[in-house]
């Protein structure tokens, strides 16, 4: 725009074609402008006279293009004004679509972006409510279990409860069937207990076990043993004559038979074993020839049927112990019976257990057959005795001490030197019979009682297969032991 408010003329001036022919150096009056030949730098002079400044008030635009033009005019080119206009405004305005064209697409990325972030968001909300209804669920499925176990207990609680009930009816019953009959165990007074014995002489003495001290002697013209408890071991006169009735009435040919007691002092009346205890025979004592393999697996199969009928009772199983090869005793005929039957009956748990630490610090050797798992829990049941059995077969077989015993015979089976942990005075041991009943005895002798098997289902079986290869194979009895 000019100073008065027009915009300027920027087409190119119009010439007199005749004058610039004619080559006449004037100026043409009529048009009152200069010649293109006397002013060949009329455009240059054009843009010094009449460039317009640059506004404010012009646009970024316009500038652009007359700068476009100015910049076409330098170089030479035909391209008019105008044309530069156009072509700068193209341009402009195809730079501008291009970054309006980026600028959406940087727009659209960053709402896809957000869009995602919104949709990832969301996905996890969900996840975490999914979770939540899972943890919901699961804690009711475990509320609903905890409330079955709880009612099965209760049922099971009341089951045993009136099961225990029954025995305890049943048990009361056998007592005083057996407290209303003389025929359960013969009664001896204190009088005649100590003139038989010669008032418990020390030449009559035959042993001195945890109890108390043994002593042989004859009552009713048959010979006895009189096992005397200590003072601290008995407990009330009329539990003790109840305790004693029961075992009087359990009978069975591999146990020492109870004749009869004097409950007023505590004295116990066995049957007589003549060939002394399986301990006495195993290490030889009194110079007797060694038992053979024969009669030894016929011992083992004896031990077991005689405990299995014990575990067996009714109204509730006998537990032995204290089963060890001091407490076999052998008869004439070495058919052996398990003695001290039951005795853990007749004294109150404290004594007992008092008595049995005392068995363990006088007594060498007794520890090695107590069940590990009793001794550390104080639970007792009829598999603590399955483990001094395994102990017992084990002794059967190499003729040495308890201790350690388990440990070495083990390292023979696996070193393979098995044949040299059998009893050396047996020459003619069946080798391949006797690492079965070895690994057998290894079983019974498992440190955990849930690891050693079945006495009835499994060890019986294996004892009766040994006792039968004993019976057809012929042997020469050993020598019988001189009465004391």
Not at 132 to 150: D, G, M, N, P, V
Not at 274 to 292: A, C, I, M, V, Y
Request: proline fraction near 6%; include cysteine.
């Amino acid at each position: 725009m000019g100073p008065n408010g027009k915009p300027y003329d920027l087409s190119p001036p119009e010439t007199d074609i005749s004058f610039v022919s004619s080559g006449r150096k004037s100026i043409d009056i009529i048009s009152g402008r200069k010649s293109i030949d006397t002013c060949p730098s009329y455009y240059e002079s054009f843009e010094s006279t009449h460039t317009p400044p640059r506004l404010s008030s012009l646009s970024d635009m316009e500038n652009h293009a007359f700068e476009s033009w100015q910049l076409g005019r330098k170089s030479g080119g035909t391209i008019t004004p105008l044309e530069f206009s156009y072509a700068s405004i193209e341009n402009d305005i195809t730079s501008t679509s291009q970054t309006m064209a980026k600028e959406l697409q940087r727009w659209k990325m960053e709402e896809q972006r957000r869009l995602e972030e919104a949709q990832l968001a969301e996905e996890a909300a969900l996840a975490l409510v999914e979770k939540e209804k899972a943890k919901s669920r699961a804690a009711l499925e475990h509320a609903e279990a905890a409330q079955r176990i709880a009612e099965l207990e209760a049922q099971k609680r009341i089951s045993a409860e009136m099961k225990a009930l029954k025995e305890a009816e049943e048990k009361t019953k056998v007592l005083n069937a057996l407290a209303n009959s003389d025929v359960g165990y013969r009664k001896y007074s204190i009088e005649e207990i100590e003139v038989a014995t010669n008032y418990f002489s020390q030449a009559q003495k035959i042993g001195e076990g945890g109890y108390g001290p043994v002593y042989k002697c004859y009552l009713d013209h048959t010979p006895v043993a009189v096992k005397v408890l200590r003072p601290e071991t008995t407990h009330g006169r009329s539990q003790f004559q109840q305790e004693v009735e029961i075992l009087s009435s359990v009978r069975h040919p591999n146990m020492v038979l109870l004749l009869g007691a004097c409950p007023e002092y505590g004295c116990l009346v066995y049957e007589y074993t003549s060939n002394g205890s399986l301990e006495d025979r195993l290490f030889q004592r009194g110079k007797t020839r060694p038992l053979p393999w024969q009669l030894r697996f016929q011992i083992a199969a004896e031990i077991g049927t005689g405990l299995l009928f014990l575990h067996q009772t009714k109204p509730e199983p006998l537990v032995h112990r204290d089963l060890k090869p001091a407490n076999i005793l052998l008869d004439r005929n070495y058919v052996s019976k398990i003695g001290d039957v039951g005795l853990a009956r007749l004294v109150p748990p404290s004594v007992a257990d008092s008595v049995t630490q005392y068995l363990v610090t006088s007594t060498a050797g007794t520890f090695c057959y107590i069940d590990p798992e009793y001794q550390q829990t104080g639970m007792l049941g009829v598999k603590s005795d399955i483990y001094s059995l395994g102990i017992i077969f084990l002794q059967l077989l190499t003729g040495k001490p308890p201790m350690g015993l388990t440990h070495h015979v083990e390292g023979a089976i696996e070193k393979g030197t098995f044949r040299e942990m059998l009893d050396p005075s047996i020459p003619d041991w069946p080798v391949e019979e006797a690492l079965s009943f070895a690994k057998l005895a290894l079983k019974c002798s498992e440190l955990r009682r849930k690891d050693r098997p079945d006495l009835g289902n499994v060890i019986l079986p294996e004892l009766n297969k040994l006792r039968e290869l004993a019976q057809d194979t012929t042997f020469n009895s050993a020598p019988k032991v001189a009465d004391p």
